[in-house]
């Protein structure tokens, strides 16, 4: 009996070290959200079932969730963007769903700065399972606050000559982050008399 005990607990510890693409893909979106949010130090990651992809200009950060029942991941997504304390709701303007089970956009409350994240869920056997992205624009979209009606991603047909003929969606138009403030003066310099030029 013993022996058969230490042969199922062998046999039950590589199941263990696998890694759980729930648990990964919530980890990931927290992470994409503090590396936007926050500043935090977060470089492109391949992990086993979920891949981090930052973006330069704009300033964004992708995950891509390559396993898991999309259901379960996209619950295990909107857990980590609940969390934020930005207070992401969805966008009052809905997206088709197109070839996807869904296509969400949650905004942060309106403030001093227009966050956005962007949630593609595919339906069960597609792949990537979920794909999120979180970004900043200088402006808050309208799309946040006013119902606009259905919103389409625009398509791309290839350039000609190329051999794939099935069309291609776009990529996702972002506005670049707002422009640094200019520096004010310190006290010194703005205090006559006490000037050092």
Do not use: H, Y
């Not at 979106?29 to 704009?58: H, N, Q, Y």
């Not at 949630?119 to 056997?125: L, Q």
């Not at 990537?128 to 992205?133: G, H, I, R």
């Not at 946040?144 to 259905?150: E, N, R, S, T």
Request: glycine content about 6%; aromatic content about 2%.
């Amino acid at each position: 009996m013993r022996r058969l005990i230490l042969a199922l607990s062998l046999l039950a510890a590589p199941a263990s070290a696998l890694a759980d693409p729930v648990q990964e893909a919530r980890s990931a979106t927290a992470a994409c959200l503090s590396a936007v949010i926050d500043g935090a130090p977060v470089e492109d990651i391949d992990g086993e079932d979920v891949v981090i992809r930052r973006g330069k200009d704009p300033v964004s950060c992708t995950v891509r969730v390559d396993a898991g029942q999309p259901v379960v991941i996209r619950e295990a997504v909107l857990v980590a963007i609940k969390r934020r304390s930005e207070l992401f709701t969805p966008a009052k303007s809905a997206w088709e769903a197109g070839g996807m089970a869904s296509r969400e956009t949650f905004c942060n409350l309106p403030g001093r700065r227009a966050l956005a994240v962007l949630v593609s869920t595919a339906r069960p056997g597609q792949t990537p399972v979920l794909t999120a992205t979180v970004f900043e624009t200088a402006t808050r979209d309208a799309r946040c606050d006013k119902d606009l009606g259905p919103q389409t991603v625009a398509v791309t047909e290839p350039a000609t000559g190329a051999t794939d003929t099935s069309p291609v969606a776009a990529p996702i138009a972002e506005i670049a982050p707002p422009p640094p403030k200019a520096k004010k003066p310190s006290l010194l310099r703005r205090i006559p008399g006490l000037r050092r030029d």
